[in-house]
């Protein structure tokens, strides 16, 4: 009973460092506004075969059945390490998250889209929780972290009409 309560209290001593409002290794965020219409960069965002041309970081991705809630996929990095991913919350045509498990801990990626004055601002949001989070936020976190704005620069460049 009582390593319960102690694994709880970690917990979520954990998830409420992930709230910060600063960016770190550990949780971070990057947007970017294109004209593209929010519908474009959900088709881009929800292929996730193509997620290989945007994300420079991912040599393949895959998707089982439908992009919805409870879907399931795969990716492998450049380095051929290979993981699943489940969506694990899902509002069509606005935002979805994905977690990817690491042992005692995960990997979680949102999207979200605003849409303000004509202009579309798409976010990339990720963070490392559980009780590794933090080991696997020293080991990865500044390299995903330092990717975002090419990542987010590539869709764009898709996106936009020529």
Known sequence: MRLSILIFLVCAAISAKAQDKEPTNKHFWYSLETTASPETIWSIWTDVPNWKEWDAGLKDANLE???ALKAKGKITSLEGRKS????????????????T?????????????NTQNGKTTFTHEVWFQGLTGGLFAKAFGENFRNMLPDVLGK????????
């Open 65 to 67: 059945g439908e992009f």
């Open 84 to 99: 699943k991913f489940k969506v694990i919350e899902y509002v069509e045509g606005q935002s979805y998250t994905y977690k």
């Open 101 to 113: 498990s690491l042992p005692l801990g995960g990997l979680y990626v949102k999207r979200y889209l």
């Open 155 to 162: 869709i764009k460049e898709i996106a936009e009409p020529k």
